[in-house]
Nanobody, 121 residues
Framework: QVQLQEAGPGLVKPSQTLSLTCTVSGGSITTSYYYWSWIRQPPGKGLEWMGAIAYSGSTYYSPSLKSRTSISRDTSKNQFTLQLSSVTPEDTAVYYC?????????????WGQGTQVTVSS
């Protein structure tokens, strides 16, 4: 059973870079055909897919966040990381990492528990 766990600071100042790491257990992030994504939910709003890194290492980003988002991975630690630059209070949200399966239409079947990130001075 694959498990995902987010980690990172709960408070980030405006204009800084938000950095979160997702540690995966029970499966390798290089296994075909899984995609490892970041999804967030601002307070009172719906889920927003931010981007993903594929089993191959290829990355994909939401057009609305592409200029500020970077997703990378450390295969030796079985981790992948989100960096979101130039944050504003509008980036306050619960951030989730998830696993999407190409063979299930990229449905995110496994999720981390989520981590609250607040952007405030």
């Amino acid at each position: 059973q694959v498990q995902l766990q987010e980690a990172g600071p709960g408070l980030v100042k405006p204009s800084q870079t938000l950095s979160l790491t997702c540690t995966v257990s029970g499966g390798s992030i290089t296994t075909s055909y899984y995609y490892w994504s970041w999804i967030r939910q601002p307070p009172g709003k719906g889920l927003e897919w931010m981007g993903a890194i594929a089993y191959s290492g290829s990355t994909y980003y939401s057009p609305s966040l592409k200029s500020r988002t970077s997703i990378s991975r450390d295969t030796s630690k079985n981790q992948f990381t989100l960096q979101l630059s130039s944050v504003t209070p509008e980036d306050t949200a619960v951030y989730y990492c998830a696993r999407e399966n190409r063979d299930d239409g990229y449905y995110p079947g496994y999720w981390g528990q989520g981590t609250q990130v607040t952007v405030s001075s």
